[in-house]
């Protein structure tokens, strides 16, 4: 669902609109109500389809969106959030989570939420990440990547402010992230031997301990324990200018220190296509890469490409995983 007073039923109706014929059905956990509402006022012709049991999904979706009707505690206003729907956007995650794990659906794919309506409504996660981790048994394994055709990026520190981040930041943090990282390249997304760029903390990575000390007591330790493991890793390279074109080309995913590190370039440089996946979960799930849009919340303006994107990768993943395992 996501928060419903932002762009995530645009972006569902929307994207329903552009796969209807193809082959990735998928299923709506929302209100009903809200998506009739929402399609007639947007004027988008959107059949909307309830139904019980998702196996009534595939053979519905050609000619109507599918909805697992999750009602909302009052109505949705465009744009302006209330933490009285707090519990029903928390409901459609606990659900889909659920489906996904007891094998109904393929995956998990979510729109954007609003923390602070959900944490004044009692919500106890950091975000979408911690949440999950914890209702699939997955806590402390979870890892957040940003993929897009042209990036892929891993912050070691995620939901956290960025002093916080810093205060965080161990070694041993560095080396999980990179080998759960490592394994999800080859097992998510083919890629036989990951590389592996690790992004420095401070300007121009330290400048020899000129600009810093972490470079060299923190993130150089955590890259020689991953070489000994045999996984290809490069760095610590200076984050002005390892986002480059030039740059790109000589690794897989950027493993960077921080939430804006990786995020900031991943967003210039893809925001339409780029999606969040997190990895080390026994579950496929995904989002699109960017948040609720509150000032464009009702205007029929919200682009649903990253939600797309979203549900075409979490379906390419999931067909990845089900190939048969060689040797």
Same mark, same amino acid.
């Given at each position: 669902m996501g928060d419903p007073a932002g762009i995530g039923g645009e972006l569902t109706l929307r994207a329903w609109l552009a796969m209807r014929r193809a082959e990735r059905p998928f299923v709506a956990l929302d209100d009903p109500v809200r998506l009739h509402k929402l399609a007639r006022e947007l004027g988008l012709t959107?059949?909307? @389809?309830?139904?019980?049991?998702?196996?009534?999904? $595939?053979?519905?979706?050609?000619?109507?969106?599918?909805?697992?009707?999750?009602?909302?505690?009052?109505?949705?206003?465009? @744009?302006?959030?209330?933490?009285?729907?707090?519990?029903?956007?928390?409901?459609?995650i606990e659900w889909a989570t659920s489906l996904a794990l007891g @094998?109904?659906?393929?995956?998990?794919?979510?729109?954007?939420?609003?923390?602070?309506?959900l944490y004044q409504a009692g919500f106890a996660y950091p975000g979408h990440t911690e949440f999950l981790a914890a209702l699939t048994g997955a806590t402390g394994r979870q890892i957040m990547m940003l993929a897009s055709p042209l990036l892929r990026v891993v912050p070691v520190t995620v939901h956290a402010s960025l002093k916080a981040s810093i205060a965080m930041l161990t070694t041993e943090m560095i080396v999980a992230a990179s080998r759960t990282t490592a394994a999800a390249l080859g097992r998510e997304f083919g890629i036989v031997a990951p590389r592996l760029a690790i992004a420095g903390l401070n300007p121009h990575a330290g400048e020899q301990g000129a600009l810093g000390s972490?470079? $060299?007591?923190?993130?150089?330790?955590?890259?020689?324990?991953?070489?000994?493991? @045999?996984?290809?890793?490069?760095?610590?390279?200076?984050?002005?200018?390892?986002?480059s074109p030039k740059s790109r080309v000589r690794y897989d995913v950027a493993i960077c220190m921080y939430h804006d590190q990786a995020l900031i370039p991943l967003k210039t440089l893809d925001m339409n296509h780029g999606v969040n996946i997190t990895l080390g979960l026994p579950i496929v799930r995904t989002s699109p890469d960017h948040g609720t849009a509150f000032d464009i919340a009702g205007k029929g303006v919200a682009d649903p490409a990253s939600l797309i994107a979203a549900i075409e990768l979490a379906s390419i993943i999931v067909g990845r995983l089900r190939l048969p395992k060689s040797g």
């Open positions: 959107v059949p909307i @389809g309830s139904i019980t049991s998702i196996a009534d999904a $595939a053979a519905l979706f050609p000619t109507a969106l599918p909805v697992l009707a999750v009602a909302l505690e009052t109505v949705a206003i465009p @744009g302006r959030p209330d933490s009285a729907n707090a519990n029903a956007v928390v409901r459609s @094998g109904e659906a393929a995956g998990v794919v979510t729109n954007p939420i609003n923390k602070a309506a972490e470079e $060299a007591t923190l993130i150089e330790p955590a890259i020689d324990k991953l070489r000994s493991e @045999g996984i290809d890793v490069s760095g610590p390279w200076s984050a002005d200018t390892m986002f």
